[in-house]
């Protein structure tokens, strides 16, 4: 049992799709289908404004079912199961029309979708629709949904902690109850359906013929993220969250032991966890893309009658390490690994075989491991050697790459004259030289156009500065030499010169440029404008001129780029964190309207109505006259000076009248 490193077979079946490591954080939820072979897996990323699911073959690699949530709902929890399809909604082949006249039901695969308005959408993958719809029960989001094989009933826990048992086929609710504990956010049926664990910070099995409390374990120190019984629900085990532990719990009805069995142990938290329908295997997957297997998970030496004296081999047998470890290591280099996003256990290789999922959710890839040599004996580190994947349109490592590589002629800038700034500085001024004065041919020759051109040069130069000195100006580059720019930085990589070409902000040469610009500088382009608006938010209104501008004019063309939604996922994220901050801010600012309207209200009403007319009335009133209208007022104005100066000397005459008749009377 040493270290094997498996070569690739292309014998198997191995899917290999593009997908980018760093774009994990898009995904929602993810899982495989409960069937032994894991033939789907479903995958739910973000949308513009919604939620996208995705339902890849995992023997194929290619997208077989795509639904996209309604606008603004968003899917808080998946569950695959199976439900009665009596041809009712779609009765078009013969076989569809005999089961609907005979009443025989079938089996069809489907997925529940918890959503966060508090119903729960039934799925179909032959249908490719919503066939049903349960309601009414839950007043917020749900945090998860279980069914039972046949499809006929349900069971589901919401935010208002609540369980519901649900009648499918009627869409109906048939018994609620409420739950032990708070935060209650996921459920596991048991393999016989009288069983359903619940979980939260702790967790607790009911009896579901009788609705009550059978089993109370605690353990963990965060809340329970998954949960997993064996085949024969003798055993439950669960993961939480930041937590590198897996607990293992005795789910037999028939005792009253509730502490753990026995702890599996990672180094890295545990994201995802499976048990084996086959036999007491238990598989984990690690937050860094690791995957841990128990042979044996349930098996514990002396956990139950121990004493004081064999205490210290009591605690070693309580924790287990993992029996084999799975990893993948990329081939250009050794020490990067790369990511598994999920794990399942399979029928193939006798059940000693996973099928794991690994790259991003632009486009998993797919493949089956087996963890067990030739003997049957497991092998303790799993190594495989893979390609790098990218989301890139051509692989770096593909013959068709290399190819392209040796028939595309290299990129050179030797040849390539910059144009710089002091290209364009005047020249000194020149001085034309002529021979003696003596020859008399040589003083008779006209001068040429260089000549008199370098003889303009001091005139030019003179003005030019005296322009300069009178105001200085900053002209805007051209649409045209910004377009060359721009395509000159894209293409060489120059970030420098990027960065200059984004410090224009003039939208009418933004959108000149982006117009002129080719298309397969466009995917560049965004990808650095969404690097630098995560990088630095504070940015966004100069950012956001340009994206807006390549989204508007580049629209036809963007949308025939097959992964683009997965190249703009962190993008999206981006945006809906900006927006979410709004609406308080509007309400903010709409309680400090109100504040505002009713301080200048109080203000005004210590204001008597004189004082309030008169503050109302303009200081200034300017009007504004024709020509004609002007002369007509100066006429006026001339005549009301004449009449005044006639006046005011018949007042001096009468005055005068009045001071002799006043003196003659005084004598």
Request: hydrophobic share 35%; with cysteine; charged share 25%.
């Amino acid at each position: 049992m040493g270290k094997v490193t498996h070569k690739r077979n292309t014998d198997t079946s191995t899917v290999e799709t593009s997908a980018n490591a760093s774009e994990n954080a898009g995904i929602v939820i993810s899982a495989f289908d409960e069937s032994t072979t894991a033939d789907h897996f479903a995958l739910i990323t973000h949308a513009v404004d919604r939620h996208r699911l995705r339902i890849f073959n995992v023997r194929s690699g290619t997208v077989s079912n795509d639904y996209s949530a309604q606008e603004k709902e968003k899917i808080t929890c998946l569950s695959w199961g199976y439900l009665k399809d009596t041809g009712d909604l779609q009765a078009n082949t013969v076989q569809a029309f005999k089961k609907k006249k005979s009443g025989i039901a079938s089996l069809s695969k489907a997925i529940a979708l918890g959503m966060q308005s508090g119903s729960i959408a039934m799925y179909s993958l032959s249908h490719g629709a919503i066939i049903k719809e349960l309601t009414g029960s839950h007043t917020s989001s749900i945090t998860d949904f279980v069914m039972t094989k046949d499809g006929s009933r349900g069971y589901s826990v919401a935010e208002d902690n609540l369980i519901v048992e649900w009648d499918i086929e009627e869409g109906k609710e048939i018994f609620k109850w409420k739950t032990d504990a708070k935060n209650v956010h996921k459920l596991k049926l048991s393999h016989d359906e009288k069983k359903l664990a619940t979980a939260g910070h702790t967790i607790t099995l009911w009896d579901l013929s009788t609705h009550s409390v059978v089993k109370k374990f605690t353990g963990h120190a965060s809340a329970v993220k998954e949960l997993a019984f064996s085949s024969q629900d003798d055993v439950l085990v669960s993961n939480a969250e930041d937590d590198r532990y897996v607990n293992v719990w005795d789910a037999q009805t028939t005792n009253t032991n509730s502490n753990n069995l026995t702890a599996l142990t990672l180094e890295t938290n545990v994201t995802h966890i499976d048990f084996s329908n086959n036999e007491p295997s238990v598989l984990a997957v690690t937050d860094d893309g690791l995957v841990g297997i128990w042979e044996n998970a349930s098996f514990t030496t002396t956990t139950t009658a121990a004493t004081a004296g064999n205490r210290r081999k009591m605690m070693r047998s309580m924790t287990k390490e993992a029996d084999a470890n799975v990893k993948i290591i990329s081939t250009a280099a050794e020490d990067t690994v790369i990511p598994i996003l999920a794990a399942k256990f399979v029928s193939d290789n006798s059940g000693k075989s996973i099928m794991i999922a690994r790259g991003s959710s632009v486009k998993p890839s797919f493949e089956v491991v087996k963890y067990v040599d030739e003997q049957g004996a497991i092998i303790h580190d799993v190594t495989l050697s893979r390609q790098p994947i990218t989301n890139y349109l051509i692989d770096t490592s593909s013959i068709a790459a290399t190819n392209l590589k040796t028939t595309r002629k290299a990129y050179d800038e030797s040849a390539v004259t910059v144009v710089g700034n002091t290209d364009f500085v005047s020249k000194g001024p020149t001085m034309a030289t002529y021979k003696d004065d003596d020859d008399e041919e040589e003083e008779n020759v006209e001068l040429s156009i260089e000549q008199k051109l370098q003889s303009l040069d001091v005139a030019d130069t003179t003005q030019s500065k005296k322009k300069q000195n009178k105001k200085k100006t900053v002209d805007t580059p051209s649409a045209g030499s910004l377009q060359t720019v721009l395509v000159q930085a894209l293409h060489s990589g120059d970030a420098a010169l990027l960065e200059a070409c984004l410090q224009h902000t003039k939208i009418d040469v933004i959108n000149s440029t982006v117009r002129r610009l080719p298309t397969e500088y466009l995917i560049p382009l965004m990808m650095d404008l969404i690097t630098k608006f995560q990088e630095k938010p504070s940015r966004a209104p100069v950012l956001l001129i340009w994206i807006k501008s390549v989204l508007l004019i580049h629209t036809a063309y963007l949308m025939t780029v097959p992964d683009l939604v997965g190249k703009l996922s962190n993008f999206y994220q981006a945006l809906d964190t900006r927006l979410g901050v709004f609406p308080k801010l509007l309400a903010l600012r709409g309680r400090l309207d109100i504040v505002q309207s009713q301080v200048n209200v109080k203000s005004y009403s210590n204001i008597n109505d004189k004082q309030l007319k008169r503050a109302q009335l303009p200081e200034n009133v300017y009007v504004e006259l024709d020509s004609d209208d002007e002369a007509d007022v100066e006429e006026d104005l001339s005549m009301d000076e004449d009449d005044e100066d006639m006046s005011s000397d018949e007042d001096m005459d009468q005055d005068i009248s009045d001071s002799e008749e006043s003196s003659e009377e005084d004598l």
